[in-house]
């Protein structure tokens, strides 16, 4: 089975780029070793989607997080029927790496490492160079791009890595980031990006149930009709609900 087979497959399904990079090309200090994944594990078939426009420049997050809730969806589906693919046509075992998540929220990494790391292995397939965002920027969808990842056992050689550094430092990022998290270059504050990203995540829930647990019966009778409550439960069945996409939407490298 070759990559092109797996190429024109990916583009069919619906992804807007597709990568490969040979596992040895993949090079994440943080992340856990993909043999701990797929065990034999050759390779990784990498797929780019693009964020529409429209709704990341849009000025309501509500809207902004319907295209990621697709790129999320298609980009989920596509690595199930991906990883069928590969299973069937290549007689071999392949692995769906999630979108976002589930993640792994024991006490070492708290949710914030990904079993493995997409931005590492969107440039180690040759789909885009890492910014000063920490982001990855696509030569051709600039950083209004989203990843998802298949392991295989197959062994596909990595596709050329983009030499060009599309990042020209403009620092915008930096700039417009408001909860001031990539300051230090080379490192994403992740907890001062959450508390601003997330509004209604793990640490708003937390600071909402101390605060109910701790007062009193009028209190908590007023506290069940804070719209912070309804916002909390919304997101709970949205998953990782993000209002801050300042750092991918200010981006002016490739943007056309
Ligand atoms: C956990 C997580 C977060 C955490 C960050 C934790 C962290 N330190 O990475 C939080 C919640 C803060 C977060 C925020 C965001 N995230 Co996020 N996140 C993830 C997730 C699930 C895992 C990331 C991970 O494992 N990180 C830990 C390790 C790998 O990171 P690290 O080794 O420390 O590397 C860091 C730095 O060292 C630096 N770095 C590493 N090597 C190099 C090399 C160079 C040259 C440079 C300059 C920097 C650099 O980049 C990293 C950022 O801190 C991935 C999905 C996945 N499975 O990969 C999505 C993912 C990284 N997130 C993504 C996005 C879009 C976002 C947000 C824009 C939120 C939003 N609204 O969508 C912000 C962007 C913040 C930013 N500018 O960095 C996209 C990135 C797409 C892209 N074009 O690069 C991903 C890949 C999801 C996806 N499926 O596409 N995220």
Same mark, same amino acid.
């Given at each position: 089975?070759?990559?092109?087979?797996?190429?024109?497959?990916?583009?069919?399904? =619906?992804?807007?780029?597709?990568?490969?990079?040979?596992?040895?090309?993949?090079?994440?200090?943080?992340?856990?070793?993909?043999?701990?994944?797929?065990?034999?594990?050759?390779?990784?078939?990498?797929?780019?989607?693009?964020?529409?426009?429209?709704?990341?420049?849009?000025?309501?997050?509500?809207?902004?997080?319907?295209?990621?809730? *697709?790129?999320?969806?298609? =980009?989920?589906?596509?690595?199930? !029927?991906?990883?069928?693919?590969?299973?069937?046509?290549?007689?071999?075992?392949?692995?769906?790496?999630?979108?976002?998540?589930?993640?792994?929220?024991?006490?070492?990494?708290?949710?914030?490492? *990904?079993?493995?790391? !997409?931005?590492?292995?969107?440039?180690?397939?040759?789909?885009?160079?890492? *910014?000063?965002?920490? !982001?990855?920027?696509?030569?051709?969808?600039?950083?209004?791009?989203?990843?998802?990842?298949?392991?295989?056992?197959?062994?596909?050689?990595?596709?050329?890595?983009?030499?060009?550094?599309?990042?020209?430092?403009?620092?915008?990022?930096?700039?417009?980031?408001?909860?001031?998290?990539?300051?230090?270059?080379?490192?994403?504050?992740?907890?001062?990006?959450?508390?601003?990203?997330?509004?209604?995540?793990?640490?708003?829930?937390?600071?909402?149930?101390?605060?109910?647990?701790?007062?009193?019966?009028?209190?908590?009778?007023?506290?069940?009709?804070?719209?912070?409550?309804?916002?909390?439960?919304?997101?709970?069945?949205?998953?990782?609900?993000?209002?801050?996409?300042?750092?991918?939407?200010?981006?002016?490298?490739?943007?056309?």
């Amino acid at each position: 089975m070759n990559k092109e087979k797996i190429r024109e497959y990916g583009l069919e399904i =619906g992804a807007d780029a597709v990568g490969f990079a040979s596992i040895k090309d993949y090079r994440s200090k943080k992340s856990p070793d993909p043999e701990s994944i797929l065990p034999g594990v050759k390779s990784a078939v990498v797929m780019a989607y693009r964020e529409n426009s429209g709704s990341l420049d849009s000025p309501n997050a509500r809207i902004s997080f319907a295209s990621r809730m *697709g790129c999320m969806e298609l =980009g989920n589906k596509n690595n199930y !029927l991906m990883t069928r693919f590969i299973e069937k046509e290549g007689k071999t075992k392949a692995a769906p790496i999630p979108f976002s998540y589930p993640l792994n929220m024991g006490p070492e990494v708290m949710g914030l490492v *990904g079993d493995f790391s !997409l931005r590492h292995a969107a440039v180690a397939a040759g789909l885009g160079v890492f *910014g000063r965002h920490n !982001l990855v920027i696509h030569p051709v969808l600039g950083t209004r791009v989203v990843f998802t990842a298949i392991l295989t056992e197959l062994e596909l050689a990595s596709d050329e890595p983009v030499k060009d550094d599309l990042c020209d430092q403009c620092s915008i990022c930096v700039e417009v980031c408001p909860g001031r998290a990539l300051d230090e270059e080379g490192k994403t504050d992740a907890i001062k990006c959450l508390k601003n990203s997330q509004p209604y995540g793990i640490m708003s829930m937390m600071k909402y149930y101390s605060k109910f647990i701790g007062a009193s019966p009028e209190e908590q009778k007023k506290l069940l009709k804070d719209p912070l409550l309804l916002n909390l439960y919304q997101a709970q069945f949205i998953g990782f609900y993000y209002e801050c996409y300042k750092c991918m939407a200010s981006c002016p490298a490739c943007v056309k």
